[in-house]
């Protein structure tokens, strides 16, 4: 499985943005899927996950009434709305796939396969 994310770019803080990653997979729907990201000298923190179907989102504090993460798997792919976005923010956003796993995976060893990353800068 290829997963290629973009959409990351140089923002401010209060601004929104919108990530996607695109998935090669030719059953998508055997995927949860996640969103990563990593600051430098810092830790892949989960961001994240849908399940197979789109119907479970799980978000750590840290995002949850800021973020969304969707999917189509029509298109094979997850977006990742991000709104209100703050300077903490700022990192290398990762899209991960965990093939089999219900409802998702929080953790990233629980993940088959990694996109290149995009990045996101937010300015105060």
């Known amino acids: 499985v290829q997963l290629q994310a973009s959409g990351g770019g140089l923002v401010q803080a209060g601004d929104s943005l919108t990530l996607s990653c695109a998935a090669s997979?030719?059953?998508?729907?055997?995927?949860?899927m996640g969103w990563f990201r990593q600051a430098p000298g810092k830790e892949r923190e989960f961001v994240a996950a849908i399940s197979w179907s789109g119907d479970l989102q799980y978000y750590p504090d840290s995002v949850k009434g800021r973020f969304t993460i969707s999917r189509d798997n029509a298109k094979n792919v997850v977006y990742l709305q991000m709104n209100n976005l703050k300077p903490e923010d700022t990192g290398v956003y990762y899209c991960?796939?965990?093939?089999?796993?219900?409802?998702?995976?929080?953790?990233?060893?629980?993940?088959?396969?990694w996109g290149q990353g995009t990045l996101v800068t937010v300015s105060s």
């Open positions: 997979a030719r059953t998508f729907t055997n995927y949860a």
């Open positions: 991960g796939a965990s093939f089999g796993r219900r409802p998702y995976g929080t953790t990233a060893y629980e993940y088959d396969y």
